[in-house]
Nanobody, 122 residues
């Protein structure tokens, strides 16, 4: 069972990045996939997530209108498209999988990717 996050980098404020989370090692149809982020000195926080089965996506208030989550079932990959990035979006971004449905707290997730750094310069 493996989640591989990628796509992070350095971008100027107002720019865009697309993160990818490739899932392997099992059937993911019954899982919800979430994106979290953790800035230095802060707790890991929910960014958004998607139900693998029906594709419904949910977002934190900080992400609404700027971030979009999508999935490619054929590739077992979930994407986080981030637009209009702000310096406060700077964090390590993690993808995670939850068998119990879409949750908003890290402890609700069973599997985690390794994280990818996103840095937004002002």
């Amino acid at each position: 069972v493996q989640l591989q996050a990628s796509g992070g980098g350095l971008v100027q404020a107002g720019g865009s990045l697309r993160l990818s989370c490739a899932a392997s090692g099992r059937t993911w149809n019954n899982y919800a996939m979430g994106w979290f982020r953790q800035a230095p000195g802060k707790e890991r926080e929910f960014v958004g997530g998607v139900s693998w089965s029906d594709g419904r996506a949910y977002y934190a208030d900080s992400a609404k209108g700027r971030f979009t989550i999508s999935r490619d079932n054929a590739k077992n990959t979930v994407y986080l498209q981030m637009n209009s990035l702000k310096p406060e979006d700077t964090a390590v971004y993690y993808c995670a999988a939850s068998y119990g449905g879409l949750g908003y707290r890290p402890y609700e997730y069973n599997y985690w990717g390794q994280g990818t750094q996103v840095t937004v310069s002002s």
